[in-house]
């Protein structure tokens, strides 16, 4: 059997089809411009090549078709009744991809729109992401927002997130990072519970206290950090109560079941209003943020762009904790530090 009668697999499909519009492209382009332009010169001028090259162009596209499209003389360029044909065959794809390119520059250069699919932690998501997504869509409404809430490190690309919240401590070189606020911890406990039981005084302390522990998507319990003499220290307490969730957690809290390592944004309006207290402030970690991750900074969307900068520029104006915090909660410590000693 000869070559020419073997059936073609898909992979011979497609090397044909890739040679055949690479080969015939410049001709198509050159063929649509005369006939738009009604001649070979202003047709070359349009392109920016040489009048000679749109000629060439031309013929060769026409032996690959066999068929003459136009008619040529030295006053005049006339399209043929195959060349008419061709036009319309040709004029509908033309159209589509234009539009293509005018849908990306509308992307590229209009409003922010389209769909955004963003993942964050459960914590963080409900308290901070949701809120201001309110705000965000009265801003650009033609953006569409898909807000998922999971603990486990999603990845960008196989996951098709678009925009991820991430806490803690990053060291995935394949995301842009930006860090949007410091992310503050606090052991905290009920003024009843500090009242009956007291505070720690140190992370040894800890051992001899009720303590809340999360289960993380892993499996594993989430470590409680801190920074000691300088150094970052990890404990994971054998908690009474365990939860998988930073709001039951912190709900756990406040019945007065015992104490929690919480972030700021979660428990300093409790904090400030002294529904919690917190302890342990002088080894509280400082090298963990909270981040808003994404692909690339290249060809960026206008509706990421946006949402980038929107979420950035509206979180880091949020006070979750301050000096001035810091200061309030060491004060209560002393607190309940001096009360006990009192009792004792």
């Keep these: 059997m000869s070559n020419a009668s073997l059936p073609l697999n ?3 499909h497609s090397d044909l089809l890739v040679s055949s519009l690479s080969a015939s492209y410049a001709g198509v382009v050159a063929f649509l411009t005369v006939a738009n332009e009604g001649s070979f010169s202003r047709a070359a001028d349009k392109l920016g090549i040489g009048r000679s090259a749109v000629s060439r162009s031309v013929q060769k596209l026409e032996s690959q078709i066999g068929a003459r499209l136009f008619c040529r003389t030295t006053r005049a360029t006339s399209i043929t009744r195959e060349g008419e044909l061709f036009y319309q065959s040709c004029r509908p794809g033309v159209d589509r991809i234009m539009q293509a390119l005018e849908k990306m520059r509308d992307l590229r250069e209009g409003p922010p729109s389209g769909r955004l699919k963003i993942s964050a932690p459960h914590g963080f998501g409900r308290k901070v992401v ?6 965000f869509r009265a801003h650009f409404p033609a953006v569409a927002l898909e807000l998922l809430l999971e603990e486990r490190m999603v990845n960008l690309t196989t996951d098709g997130i678009d925009v991820a919240f991430r806490d803690g401590r990053l060291d995935d070189s394949q995301i842009i990072a930006k860090q949007l606020i410091p992310m503050q911890m606090h052991v905290c406990a009920s003024p ?14 800890l051992a001899t206290h009720s303590c ?3 289960r993380l998507a892993s499996g594993r319990l989430q470590s409680w950090d801190f920074k000691v003499n300088g150094q970052p220290r990890c404990i994971t307490p054998e908690g009474n109560l365990i939860v998988n969730d930073p709001s039951l957690a912190m709900r756990a809290v406040l019945a007065d079941q015992g104490l929690a390592q919480l972030p700021a944004y979660q428990v300093s309006d409790a904090l400030r209003n002294g529904t919690l207290v917190a302890c342990l402030e002088h080894v509280a970690p400082d090298d963990r943020g909270h981040y808003l991750c994404y692909l690339s900074r290249e060809q960026l969307p206008k509706r990421i762009r946006a949402f980038v900068d929107f ?5 880091r104006a949020l006070d979750f904790s301050t000096i001035e915090l810091r ?5 209560q410590e002393q607190d309940f530090t001096a009360a006990e000693v009192a009792m004792s």
Excluded at 311 to 315: C, E, L, R
């Design 327 to 331: 200061a309030h909660c060491s004060t």
């Design 130 to 135: 949701a809120p201001l997504m309110t705000e």
């Design 212 to 214: 809340i522990s999360q």
């Design 10 to 12: 898909s992979s011979d």
């Design 311 to 315: 979420m950035t520029a509206n979180i």
């Design 192 to 205: 009843a519970y500090a009242r009956e039981h007291g505070l720690p005084r140190s992370v040894d302390d």
